[in-house]
């Protein structure tokens, strides 16, 4: 079974420059999640989804950063403008559900941003 | 909100002997306390985990143990191997789904 896939892995924009990234969660996996990794530190939650619906964004930064999650499957998260200190590795996590093991999390390899 | 700390933040042991990486929680109503190995280059990979209903766990070379009374939970790792080698967290999670992470402990084993 395929595991969470992210793209791009890597990606080097120049500031104020839009990006997104694209997340795949395990199949049939109810609950998506985007974190944000700063180097040597733990990975901090942006946004959660059950199936469609945003049910945790209260840390997304929501002037510069949006996410959606059309039809409860894949997921796109984007910056615009992006800022020196949005450079970060973005990992992409995804669950069965509460309602199957319960809050088990499987995360994709991520995806580095460098801001220049 | 929930909030993680972990310790040590860096850890060296030679090949064979043991490692342990401690966290507190500070959430009384957490209820599930996974354990995450990350390598270079990777996303973190669940190497076991322990529910609030549960004082220990083991899984061949790794260990958990949890303490809801001091709110703190451990990872016992025997036997390393240079292999085991990465950085480390915790994370305790709360009924609603809400994961929070400790920084990390990066593990060095010796040959």
């Known amino acids: 079974e395929a595991g969470v896939v992210q793209s791009p892995r890597y990606k080097i924009i120049e500031k104020k420059q839009p990006v997104a990234f694209w997340c795949n969660p395990i199949?049939?996996?109810?609950?998506l999640y985007w974190y944000l990794q700063n180097l040597g530190q733990g990975p901090e939650l942006l946004i959660r989804y059950e199936n469609e619906e945003a049910v945790d964004d209260s840390q997304l930064p929501k002037d510069r950063f949006s996410a959606e999650r059309l039809k409860g499957v894949d997921s796109t998260l984007k910056i615009q403008p992006a800022e020196l200190g949005d450079s970060a590795v973005y990992l992409c996590?995804?669950?069965?559900?509460?309602?199957?093991?319960?809050?088990?999390?499987?995360f994709g390899a991520g995806t580095r941003l460098s801001v220049l | 909100g929930e909030n993680v700390e972990q310790h040590p933040s860096t850890l060296s042991v030679q090949e064979g002997d043991s490692a342990v990486i401690k966290c507190t929680y500070s959430?009384?109503?957490?209820?599930?306390f996974p354990w995450y190995k990350q390598e270079l280059g990777k996303g973190p990979q669940l190497i076991i985990d322990?529910?609030?209903?549960?004082g220990e766990k083991k899984d061949q070379r790794i260990a958990v143990t949890l303490n809801k009374t001091a709110k703190h939970f451990s990872l016992h790792i025997t036997e390393t191997q240079p292999e085991d080698s990465a950085v480390y967290f915790c994370?305790?999670?709360?009924?609603?789904?809400?994961?929070?992470f400790g920084a990390g402990t990066r593990l060095t084993v010796k040959p």
């Open positions: 994370a305790a999670s709360l009924p609603s789904n809400d994961m929070r």
């Open positions: 199949s049939g996996h109810n609950t």
């Open positions: 322990i529910r609030s209903n549960v």
């Open positions: 996590a995804s669950s069965p559900g509460p309602a199957v093991a319960k809050n088990i999390q499987y």
């Open positions: 959430d009384s109503a957490s209820n599930y």
